[in-house]
Each structure stands twice: as C-alpha cells, then as structure tokens.
C-alpha cells in the first residue's frame, strides 16, 4: 500500500488514466466532477489542474530530468485526457 503523502508528491493520475493507458492505474483524483461545478457555478475563465505519474519520468534518460519532459506516448495520453474532460464539462 502506497503511504498517503503518495498521492500529493507522486500519484495525481490524469482523468481517465485506466481507459488511455495499458497501465492499470488504480487511481482517480476527481478532475472532471470539479471542472463541472466550477462551470456550473458559473466561472468562464481560465482554469488549470495538476496531474502527474512519477514512474513516467523513470523512463527518462539522465540528461533530460531536469526538463521532466514527459515520453511523446504520454503527451499523446495527456492531450487525449484534457479534451475528453473538455467535452464531459460542455455536455
């Protein structure tokens, strides 16, 4: 079991992980039920959320850590997220 501070320093999986990746995940932060009461509650500006898998910069050689680019198969992922979650909200 991951010890609970997990989940703030190296566990805040993308909406919809489990159904992008081929990973199983086991995670869910709430993003799209908060995205669809702060649009409920009327807000029309701009607003951002943070999401991140610490095992994915594992996988990084040495010489790009300090960027913490994430691998290109994950910003396909993370795109793929951030507009599903756009059209949950919108619907």
């Known amino acids: ?5 997990a989940w703030s320093n190296a566990w805040r999986p993308m909406p919809f992980m ?3 990746e081929d990973e199983n995940f086991q995670g869910h932060l709430p993003i799209v039920y908060i995205a669809e009461a ?3 509650l009327g807000w029309r500006g701009p ?3 943070e999401v991140f898998y ?3 910069f594992a996988t990084i050689p040495r010489s790009l850590r300090g960027g913490r680019v994430p691998p290109r198969g994950r910003t ?3 795109y ?3 507009k599903r979650v756009c ?3 919108k619907s």
Not at 1 to 5: E, F
């Open 38 to 40: 702060v649009v409920r």
């Open 18 to 20: 489990d159904e992008l």
């Open 76 to 78: 396909r992922s993370s």
């Open 87 to 89: 059209e949950v909200v």
């Open 1 to 5: 079991m991951l010890p609970l501070y």
């Open 54 to 56: 610490e095992e994915w």
């Open 80 to 82: 793929t997220s951030l």
């Open 47 to 49: 607003f951002s959320y």
